[in-house]
């Protein structure tokens, strides 16, 4: 009864509709459709791409090349010139339309099938080339479905083959499903078909949805439920296959897998244990990247004077451990408040990784006052009684300051952590809080230790007048760190940002030294003092939060930007691909390309070996590049990843690199 509605509706709208849609509008043209050629003047003897930019009416729709349970596919006939031949069209990927419990299949947003024509070899140069296309389709509104035909045209002539609608192109070409290079399974069941297709835990799958192209493979409108099963995704609905199906997998907005699929196994759920051996091991990872974070710039000097401040207030044992977990405490929340925002906007549809915060010009500006003031404060300009950030003894003063330690290496990752992090965010979000726990434990290991073994604290130096200088000392990692955040602020947000900034850090210091001078005095810094340093550090955030982004930034000399569309033409040269991804906020990253990837005795070895580099400015938090990233199990940069010409996949290279890794890359 179905199959019978279906073909009935079909058949009464292709008949009856033309002159009732044509007494309501007037005209049935309601795709608005033309050619658009990827070059003006095609090379002879190679293929042009040809795009059938299509534009729905507002409150119409298109269909795609499988209509669903009503509607028709639309006939595409090529006139071409003598030897010029066309492929089958690439649909861009659909969307889902119920209406009366039929399920269709349809674009109510612009977009573009492709077709790959074939010039033949040995035209001249100006030799003319009349394209023409007739095509027959339905298109719909939510009342009315209405045949139609239209004839279009394009004229070429050969010539060097120049992309002339390279950008319109990309955008088209993201939207056409890429083929899964894996073997996809199903199964029948007495409850329907389940489909088994191979994704990596670690890629992002938004409202994903199987459109099958095999007609009678499924049934069109059943619900599809999916999930995950460890690197497989499975979509169980109404069917009884009895072949390979071919489909399209939906796994974002606009972005899709061409998928075929056989009679076979389906993987088995993972266990539970197999799921904590996971967590755990990412666990250990966290521990250990957190404890290297320590000897950062912008973390050592406020450990060192934590550390320093037990040994000159002689605390006492209880005293001692009070302040060791105070201070953890602080490093630990604010590593799981971080965990909860990503996991947080992650299921949202964000791709967001570790640093995620540093991707807005805001929060850059609020970590550079920041940093100024703790700088002035360790220079000696000024004491803050409340919060006792760096030097102070008590349990709050510790918990401030590890809070303040976690905050401000998040743009710092290393050996470890970036695996552990990558797997964090695939785990179930109980095991993947523990993992950002573990980074905090990480990172507050050392001064735990030393509030905790009393050997340890015998070790540090005895107090004195020396460390009134030492603190000096440490003041300039503190100074370097907030121009270094000034630079990525700069580079970031414009120049105009990085002045209003200044601005705002020499308010901050002007405050701090009338606050200083007032404690020298015996008076107390003063509310006043406080309140306008909170006004300074959210107005300068919001002020340069609203500032426009500048243009696109300078590349490195002989590299390119990456792109997957560069990426997929460079493997398809069968040339070698050295891709890294970076971001100016990131430490790691800066340090790896100033004592790695630039250096003269890589770059000659890239030449030589006729490798190609590729760079991801992850600076700004680019959705595409973050979903990139995390397919490669990543939760932000850096990533270093080759491309041997004849490998299937790339090789995830460490996180810090050497110069003779690098240059044995192409032998």
Same mark, same amino acid.
């Given at each position: 009864?179905?199959?019978?509605?279906?073909?009935?509706?079909?058949?009464?709208?292709?008949?009856?509709?033309?002159?009732?849609?044509?007494?309501?509008?007037?005209?049935?043209?309601?795709?608005?459709?033309?050619?658009?050629?990827?070059?003006?003047?095609?090379?002879?003897?190679?293929?042009?791409?040809?795009?059938?930019?299509?534009?729905?009416?507002?409150?119409?729709?298109?269909?795609?090349?499988?209509?669903?349970?009503?509607?028709?596919?639309?006939?595409?006939?090529?006139?071409?010139?003598?030897?010029?031949?066309?492929?089958?069209?690439?649909?861009?990927?659909?969307?889902?339309?119920?209406?009366?419990?039929?399920?269709?299949?349809?674009?109510?947003?612009?977009?573009?099938?492709?077709?790959?024509?074939?010039?033949?070899?040995?035209?001249?140069?100006?030799?003319?080339?009349?394209?023409?296309?007739?095509?027959?389709?339905?298109?719909?509104?939510?009342?009315?479905?209405?045949?139609?035909?239209?004839?279009?045209?394009?004229?070429?002539?050969?010539?060097?083959?120049?992309?002339?609608?390279?950008?319109?192109?990309?955008?088209?070409?993201?939207?056409?499903?890429?083929?899964?290079?894996?073997?996809?399974?199903?199964?029948?069941?007495?409850?329907?078909?389940?489909?088994?297709?191979?994704?990596?835990?670690?890629?992002?799958?938004?409202?994903?949805?199987?459109?099958?192209?095999?007609? $009678?493979?499924?049934?069109?409108?059943?619900?599809?439920?999916?999930?995950?099963?460890?690197?497989?995704?499975?979509?169980?609905?109404?069917?009884?296959?009895?072949?390979?199906?071919?489909?399209?997998?939906?796994? $974002?907005?606009?972005?899709?897998?061409?998928?075929?699929?056989?009679?076979?196994?389906?993987?088995?759920?993972?266990?539970?244990?197999?799921?904590?051996?996971?967590?755990?091991?990412?666990?250990?990872?966290?521990?250990?990247?957190?404890?290297?974070?320590?000897?950062?710039?912008?973390?050592?000097?406020?450990?060192?004077?934590?550390?320093?401040? !037990?040994?000159?207030?002689?605390?006492?044992?209880?005293?001692?451990?009070?302040?060791?977990?105070?201070?953890?405490?602080?490093?630990?929340?604010?590593?799981?408040?971080?965990?909860?925002?990503?996991?947080?906007?992650?299921?949202?549809?964000?791709?967001?990784?570790?640093?995620?915060?540093?991707?807005?010009?805001?929060?850059?500006?609020?970590?550079?006052?920041?940093?100024?003031?703790?700088?002035?404060?360790?220079?000696?300009?000024?004491?803050?009684?409340?919060?006792?950030?760096?030097?102070?003894?008590?349990?709050?003063?510790?918990?401030?300051?590890?809070?303040?330690?976690?905050?401000?290496?998040?743009?710092?990752?290393?050996?470890?952590?970036?695996?552990?992090?990558?797997?964090?965010?695939?785990?179930?979000?109980?095991?993947?809080?523990?993992?950002?726990?573990?980074?905090?434990?990480?990172?507050?290991?050392?001064? !735990?230790?030393?509030?905790?073994?009393?050997?340890?604290?015998?070790?540090?130096?005895?107090?004195?007048?020396?460390?009134?200088?030492?603190?000096?000392?440490?003041?300039?990692?503190?100074?370097?760190?907030?121009?270094?955040?000034?630079?990525?602020?700069?580079?970031?947000?414009?120049?105009?940002?990085?002045?209003?900034?200044?601005?705002?850090?020499?308010?901050?210091?002007?405050? !701090?030294?009338?606050? $200083?001078?007032?404690?020298?005095?015996?008076?107390?810094?003063?509310?006043?003092?406080?309140?306008?340093?909170?006004?300074?550090?959210?107005?300068?955030?919001?002020?340069?939060?609203?500032?426009?982004?500048?243009?696109?930034?300078?590349?490195?000399?002989?590299?390119?930007?990456?792109?997957?569309?560069?990426?997929?033409?460079?493997?398809?040269?069968?040339?070698?691909?050295?891709?890294?991804?970076?971001?100016?906020?990131?430490?790691?990253?800066?340090?790896?390309?100033?004592?790695?990837?630039?250096?003269?005795?890589?770059?000659?070895?890239?030449?030589?070996?006729?490798?190609?580099?590729?760079?991801?400015?992850?600076?700004?938090?680019?959705?595409?590049?973050?979903?990139?990233?995390?397919?490669?199990?990543?939760?932000?940069?850096?990533?270093?990843?080759?491309?041997?010409?004849?490998?299937?996949?790339?090789?995830?290279?460490?996180?810090?690199?050497?110069?003779?890794?690098?240059?044995?890359?192409?032998?």
């Amino acid at each position: 009864m179905r199959t019978l509605r279906c073909v009935l509706m079909t058949m009464l709208l292709a008949v009856c509709a033309p002159a009732f849609a044509e007494s309501l509008n007037g005209s049935s043209q309601h795709l608005t459709m033309r050619l658009v050629a990827e070059s003006a003047q095609p090379r002879a003897g190679a293929p042009l791409t040809i795009a059938i930019a299509t534009t729905p009416e507002q409150g119409w729709h298109g269909y795609w090349r499988v209509p669903g349970d009503a509607g028709f596919p639309a006939t595409i006939d090529w006139t071409l010139p003598k030897g010029v031949t066309a492929g089958e069209p690439e649909w861009p990927v659909p969307t889902t339309l119920l209406i009366a419990g039929l399920m269709n299949y349809v674009y109510e947003a612009p977009y573009a099938p492709l077709v790959t024509l074939q010039v033949p070899a040995g035209l001249a140069a100006g030799t003319r080339l009349p394209i023409r296309l007739k095509t027959s389709y339905l298109v719909c509104s939510a009342t009315i479905c209405v045949p139609e035909e239209q004839a279009l045209s394009l004229d070429l002539v050969v010539g060097d083959g120049a992309a002339t609608q390279a950008e319109a192109f990309a955008g088209w070409r993201r939207a056409i499903p890429k083929p899964l290079d894996a073997q996809a399974t199903y199964a029948v069941n007495a409850d329907g078909v389940r489909i088994a297709v191979p994704i990596p835990a670690s890629a992002e799958v938004k409202d994903a949805f199987f459109f099958p192209v095999t007609v $009678g493979a499924i049934d069109y409108a059943a619900p599809q439920k999916v999930a995950r099963v460890g690197d497989t995704l499975t979509i169980a609905t109404k069917g009884k296959p009895s072949g390979p199906i071919e489909g399209v997998l939906r796994i $974002g907005d606009g972005l899709g897998l061409a998928v075929k699929a056989s009679p076979g196994a389906l993987p088995a759920a993972p266990t539970t244990e197999s799921v904590w051996t996971t967590a755990l091991v990412a666990l250990a990872g966290a521990v250990l990247g957190g404890l290297i974070l320590n000897i950062m710039p912008c973390v050592f000097p406020i450990l060192s004077l934590k550390a320093l401040s !037990l040994a000159r207030g002689g605390a006492s044992e209880t005293d001692a451990r009070r302040e060791a977990l105070a201070y953890t405490a602080g490093v630990v929340l604010v590593c799981l408040g971080l965990g909860a925002a990503i996991l947080g906007l992650r299921a949202g549809g964000s791709a967001v990784g570790w640093a995620f915060q540093l991707q807005h010009p805001a929060a850059i500006v609020v970590l550079l006052l920041l940093s100024v003031a703790i700088a002035f404060n360790l220079a000696g300009l000024f004491e803050v009684p409340t919060p006792r950030f760096a030097g102070e003894s008590g349990a709050s003063g510790a918990f401030a300051t590890g809070a303040l330690a976690a905050f401000i290496a998040t743009p710092c990752t290393g050996p470890f952590m970036g695996a552990a992090l990558g797997a964090a965010l695939v785990l179930p979000w109980p095991a993947a809080m523990a993992v950002f726990a573990g980074l905090g434990i990480g990172l507050a290991l050392p001064f !735990l230790a030393i509030g905790f073994v009393p050997a340890l604290r015998r070790f540090l130096p005895k107090p004195g007048a020396w460390m009134e200088t030492f603190r000096r000392v440490l003041s300039v990692p503190m100074f370097l760190t907030a121009i270094a955040l000034g630079y990525v602020l700069g580079r970031q947000a414009g120049v105009e940002a990085l002045s209003w900034a200044l601005i705002a850090a020499l308010s901050v210091g002007v405050v !701090l030294w009338i606050g $200083g001078l007032r404690q020298r005095t015996g008076r107390a810094f003063g509310w006043a003092a406080l309140v306008a340093l909170a006004i300074v550090f959210v107005g300068s955030g919001a002020l340069i939060a609203k500032l426009p982004t500048p243009s696109a930034k300078t590349e490195v000399a002989g590299d390119a930007a990456f792109t997957e569309a560069k990426l997929a033409s460079l493997r398809s040269e069968k040339r070698p691909v050295f891709v890294y991804f970076t971001a100016d906020w990131c430490l790691t990253c800066k340090v790896n390309e100033k004592a790695a990837i630039e250096t003269a005795g890589v770059r000659d070895a890239f030449a030589k070996n006729k490798v190609a580099v590729l760079i991801g400015d992850w600076t700004d938090g680019d959705p595409v590049m973050g979903r990139f990233i995390q397919a490669h199990n990543r939760a932000g940069v850096p990533l270093y990843l080759y491309y041997a010409p004849s490998a299937a996949e790339p090789t995830v290279l460490p996180q810090v690199l050497t110069p003779g890794l690098l240059a044995g890359l192409g032998e």
